[in-house]
């Protein structure tokens, strides 16, 4: 929101957020949801993210599995997010109880017997560069699967986070608003490559738009988009006149109340030109892309 000033008095400008209007919230998606990056999980790390409203204990462990664990620790409370990785285990700051990965507490920090209250623990996996963690209101296991998406180009992805108002089913339902394309992103000539295809959690849709630049003139940008839950989008983006092909994961995560964070992976690369020899024409692909 901007401020302006009116006689000395600063004014607030804009539109409310939609976290702040006192409107009731929409019911938090059930389903696999990301909470991080892969890479901010290295081994022996521990990270607290928040997930539809509480708290959600990341570990990696020595072997390099991840655990996702409710954030409070079974004996007397305390946060595990304060905790640290002792090779398998997660040790809780406090008393120094120590939880194996399956959650159970093999060991305390005195040498009494370990209590048989385990860890509440999510199922978590790790796919295409980020960890999802799954949750169901009524404590349903997985009935579904975030799958492995196809990559592009030979550079490291690059990835962002944002937190904002707003709600997760909003960005997933935007994919399939194809009104916008026109009104928002200036796409007046795009059409369809034929109904939205709907397969459990699965739904997938294609569209060609036409582009005119200077320089370049008439050229089109096919889009593919593959939707997985209310969670995680892919697209894959192809301009065949200049050979740029982008690949984007979207992966909206309800946190709170009308609150939400968006994190986002994109790669890019161009064709290798056909006319060039190979040698040359890899060269010119990888310089293009890093540019």
């Not at 975030?146 to 990559?151: A, D, L, Q, R």
Request: proline share 9%.
């Amino acid at each position: 929101m901007g401020l302006s000033r009116k006689y000395g008095t600063a004014i607030t400008e804009g539109p409310t957020p939609a976290d702040a209007t006192g409107q009731a919230p929409l019911p938090y998606p059930d389903g696999w949801a990301a909470v991080a990056f892969s890479e901010e999980l290295t081994r022996g790390k521990v990270l607290t993210r928040p997930l539809a409203g509480e708290d959600v204990v990341l570990y990696r462990l020595g072997t390099g599995a991840l655990r996702a664990v409710k954030p409070y620790c079974p004996h007397l409370g305390a946060h595990l997010g304060l905790g640290k990785v002792d090779g398998e285990d997660l040790v809780c700051p406090f008393h120094f109880f120590a939880f194996g990965p399956d959650g159970a507490c093999v060991r305390t920090g005195y040498d009494t017997a370990p209590p048989r209250s385990p860890l509440g623990q999510y199922p978590v996996c790790e796919v295409n560069g980020a960890v999802f963690v799954w949750r169901h209101h009524d404590g349903r296991e997985p009935d579904w699967t975030v799958p492995e998406w196809h990559e592009v180009g030979h550079r490291p992805a690059r990835s962002g986070v944002w937190e904002m108002a707003g709600n997760a089913q909003e960005v997933i339902e935007n994919s399939v608003d194809l009104g916008h394309f026109a009104t928002l992103h200036g796409w007046k000539r795009a059409e369809m490559g034929g109904p939205v295809r709907y397969d459990g959690a699965e739904f997938r849709l294609s569209m060609r738009a036409h582009e005119s630049a200077p320089v370049l003139g008439d050229f089109t940008v096919d889009v593919r988009v593959e939707g997985y839950g209310l969670a995680a989008l892919h697209a894959d983006v192809h301009t065949p006149r200049i050979g740029l092909r982008m690949c984007t994961t979207v992966l909206p995560t309800a946190i709170g109340p009308n609150r939400m964070q968006l994190r986002q992976l994109n790669r890019l690369t161009f064709d290798e030109p056909a006319r060039l020899p190979a040698p040359l024409a890899r060269a010119v692909s990888r310089v293009a892309t890093r540019v």
